[in-house]
């Protein structure tokens, strides 16, 4: 599976940003997705996850009601819609994805990923 992250940018404070992960390969319903993201200084950390059906999603608590994760499975593409994007969210947002058995599940550590995409730079200026 080949991962590719898009969508980021430099944004103000308050301004809404998506990104976007495309996957390669036509199984793309069998994986669970993630987001997670990495400031300079600081080690990656989990942002959100979504379920391979979709039905299951996680976040962070400090980007819960401001992040929504979601997925088209007909276009192997899952998305991160940012708003509210507070200038703590600078980082490089990587998205990943896993192999799972189960529709409804999904991961929130990075052990638990198998792929990785190459990360987006998500700047946001105060």
């Known amino acids: 599976v080949q991962l590719q992250a898009s969508g980021g940018g430099l944004v103000q404070a308050g301004g809404p940003l998506r990104l976007s992960c495309a996957a390669s390969?036509?199984?793309?319903?069998?994986?669970?997705m993630g987001w997670f993201r990495q400031a300079p200084g600081k080690e990656r950390e989990f942002v959100a996850a979504?379920?391979?059906?979709?039905?299951?999603?996680y976040y962070t608590d400090s980007v819960k009601g401001r992040f929504t994760i979601f997925r088209n499975n007909a276009e192997n593409t899952v998305y991160l819609q940012m708003n509210s994007l507070k200038p703590e969210d600078t980082a490089v947002y990587y998205c990943?994805?896993?192999?799972?058995?189960?529709?409804?599940?999904?991961?929130?550590?990075?052990?638990?990923?198998?792929?990785w995409g190459q990360g987006t730079q998500v700047t946001v200026s105060s």
């Open positions: 990943a994805s896993r192999q799972s058995d189960v529709a409804v599940f999904y991961y929130t550590q990075t052990d638990d990923y198998n792929y």
């Open positions: 390969g036509r199984t793309f319903s069998k994986y669970a």
């Open positions: 979504i379920s391979r059906s979709g039905g299951g999603t």
